[in-house]
């Protein structure tokens, strides 16, 4: 177990749908990150929050959206949906700074269909 | 620009013995974090090990090691004693300072009985 929460683990819903993925980091750590993976895109960094504010931002589409609050837990919204965006969702999180592991919850694997 | 590339798509190896899965990496920032991560089939996303930039001794965690060449910017993980457990998706990855997490493409690993 490492600590991170995602919730839920799984989600299928329909195209044009809204959805809200929710990750709680490991306690003590301050930064959040997502990622999402799909079989033909590999690991994609979407954005990084550091004690409640937007920290660095990937490849994140306008459609996505996330936020981290003052508990420091983290959600991500993901609105319009399109079928190619049924992919495995990843939160990780890690003390701040580059020299520290960064831990994995267990994704949420959206299916859209 | 940073990056890391996994050269190997798909590696075999017998039960028992030691495998090494390649990681080169591209980085102008003088601290950062090495790390691979296991994805079983199961989807999950597990911390094996970590190297910071700065370590002078090559990390080990149990049956990984890590070697770690900084002049030639390579972090090869070492697996030892491989077990049909091993077989999955291992991703090495980076972190410079306060970062993103950055990853390669992966390599599967099949353990052969």
């Known amino acids: 177990d490492s600590g991170v929460t995602q919730t839920p683990k799984h989600l299928i819903t329909a195209t044009g749908q809204r959805v809200t993925l929710r990750c709680s980091p490991r306690s003590g750590d301050l930064s959040v990150y997502w990622y999402q993976q799909s079989l033909d895109q590999g690991l994609q960094f979407l954005i990084q929050y550091y004690n409640g504010e937007e920290r660095a931002k990937g490849n994140i589409l306008e459609r996505f959206s996330a936020q981290q609050f003052p508990d420091l837990h983290s959600e991500l919204n993901l609105s319009s949906l399109e079928l190619g965006d049924s992919a495995l969702y990843f939160c990780a999180s890690s003390v701040v700074t580059g020299r520290t592991e960064a831990f994995f919850g267990q994704g949420t694997r959206l299916t859209v269909v | 620009a940073q990056k890391i590339t996994q050269t190997q798509p798909g590696m075999f190896v017998q039960e028992k013995e030691a495998v090494t899965l390649d990681c080169t990496y591209d980085?102008?920032?003088?601290?950062?974090?090495l790390f691979w991560y296991k994805q079983p089939s199961s989807g999950e996303m597990i911390f094996l090990i970590y190297?910071?930039?700065?370590?002078?001794q090559n990390a080990t965690e149990g049956r990984y090691s890590l070697n770690f060449q900084k002049a030639r910017k390579s972090a090869n993980l070492v697996i030892s004693a491989s077990q049909l457990g091993d077989s999955a998706m291992y991703f090495c990855?980076?972190?410079?300072?306060?970062?993103?997490?950055?990853f390669g493409q992966g390599t599967e690993l099949s353990v052969k009985p």
């Open positions: 190297q910071g930039s700065y370590d002078q």
């Open positions: 980085t102008s920032d003088p601290s950062y974090g």
């Open positions: 990855a980076m972190r410079p300072e306060g970062g993103k997490l950055i």
